[in-house]
């Protein structure tokens, strides 16, 4: 069974601060990660995926396969970067017709201090 | 461009009345999916439909029932609602990826729903 554990529910930064959120991952195959973000009264979004090792928003996170982990940095933070933020797991599982079992974790919630 | 809708975006229920909620998506997706949002529980996942005419359970299906009768549409119904059932709803949607690697969820603005 995959698993996503986000620590903390809340980090809170002075602006222009760095930002780490953390996400650590169990699973035993080769997983597929995702940050997801939600900003107020908006639908939860995808931030980006570890595959396109892109830099969305000044936000990166590299795949640690030994430490399993999938953090979420960005090097000064900004006031709308206030958010939630869900780290999420991705595996498609062959049976029932097949289907892409998406496992999030409970989301950090980012708080930018100006 | 509506992407995902959810209907109603609120609503109050008593314990035992009944209700639907609708999701739409015009991205014409495959795979579409409900999923609830508790605090401290993040997003789990209900029930998921892999095309028109198919459902199946997820993590937390009980008290509810589902349907997909045509594919851009999937229902999310409460038979007898229950207050444990106050939550905030989500539906999502995905493509179907051919290298069966994973898409990404699109989702709804979410709906409301407070079972007193």
């Known amino acids: 069974a995959q698993r996503v554990t986000q620590p903390e529910k809340l980090l809170s930064v002075f602006k222009g601060a760095p930002v780490e959120l953390k996400c650590n991952y169990s699973?035993?195959?080769?997983?597929?990660l995702f940050w997801y973000v939600q900003y107020s009264r908006q639908r939860l979004q995808l931030l980006l995926r570890?595959?396109s090792r892109e830099s969305i928003k000044g936000f990166t996170a590299d795949l640690n396969k030994g430490e399993t982990s999938f953090h979420l940095k960005k090097p000064f933070a900004q006031e709308e970067d206030s958010a939630m933020y869900y780290c999420?797991?991705?595996?498609?599982?062959?049976?029932?017709?097949?289907?892409?079992?998406?496992?999030f974790g409970t989301g950090t919630k980012l708080q930018v201090i100006p | 461009n509506a992407g995902v809708t959810q209907t109603p975006k609120f609503r109050v229920l008593k314990t035992g009345q009944s209700m639907t909620l609708l999701c739409a998506q015009d991205?014409?997706?495959?795979?579409m999916y409900w999923y609830r949002q508790d605090p401290g529980m993040g997003l789990r996942l209900i029930h998921y439909?892999?095309?028109?005419?198919?459902?199946a359970k997820g993590e937390v299906p009980d008290g509810y029932n589902v349907s997909r009768l045509k594919k851009q549409n999937f229902l999310l119904g409460l038979e007898s609602a229950a207050p444990s059932q106050t939550s905030v709803y989500f539906c999502?949607?995905?493509?179907?990826?051919?290298?069966?690697?994973?898409?990404?969820?699109?989702f709804g603005e979410g709906s409301r729903l407070t079972v007193l």
């Open positions: 991205m014409n997706h495959e795979y």
């Open positions: 439909s892999v095309g028109e005419g198919t459902t």
């Open positions: 570890h595959i």
């Open positions: 999420a797991l991705s595996v498609f599982i062959t049976d029932s017709g097949g289907y892409q079992k998406v496992t």
């Open positions: 699973y035993s195959g080769s997983p597929e």
């Open positions: 999502a949607s995905s493509f179907l990826d051919i290298y069966l690697s994973s898409g990404e969820l699109f």
